[in-house]
């Protein structure tokens, strides 16, 4: 426990430094460990609006330059209706595919990252404006082209 406490002090003041780079802090943490791992295959893209599962989205902005949909509790608006929606969507409720494509063009969103076993249901919504599909772990990275205008 105290070299838990004595790591996210590290991380507190490695983000509080200013002296983020797209390099990740050290974390002995297993499942800190993958999400900084998740996270940093995400920092090798340019900053962008992404989708993420809600405990990703919480670290996303602390790792990379991206700005999160579904992120830290008191800084996302309705964030239960939001984990619902992305809960819908992953488990592939017809209702809540039907309204993707219309968040991600109104929220801006680049890249959407889902369970790779939902993957292909997600990215058949969007047809032909995948660029293209990275899988790290048990996630999927979906890179959107650019919104038609």
Request: proline share 6%; charged share 20%; aromatic share 8%.
């Amino acid at each position: 426990m105290q070299r838990c406490l004595q790591e996210k002090a590290t991380n507190i003041s490695w983000w509080q430094s200013g002296q983020r780079t797209r390099a990740k802090p050290s974390c002995r943490s297993p499942h800190l460990r993958k999400a900084a791992t998740d996270c940093y295959a995400l920092s090798e893209l340019p900053a962008g609006n992404v989708i993420t599962p809600f405990e990703l989205g919480n670290l996303v902005p602390a790792y990379t330059d991206h700005r999160v949909w579904l992120g830290h509790w008191f800084m996302t608006p309705n964030k239960l209706a939001r984990i619902h929606q992305y809960d819908a969507i992953v488990t592939g409720d017809p209702t809540a595919l039907a309204t993707l494509t219309q968040l991600v063009d109104d929220h801006r969103i680049q890249y959407v990252v889902v369970p790779t076993e939902a993957a292909d249901h997600v990215a058949g919504e969007f047809g032909d404006r995948i660029d293209s599909r990275q899988t790290h772990g048990t996630l999927e990275l979906l890179v959107l082209t650019a919104t038609p205008q």
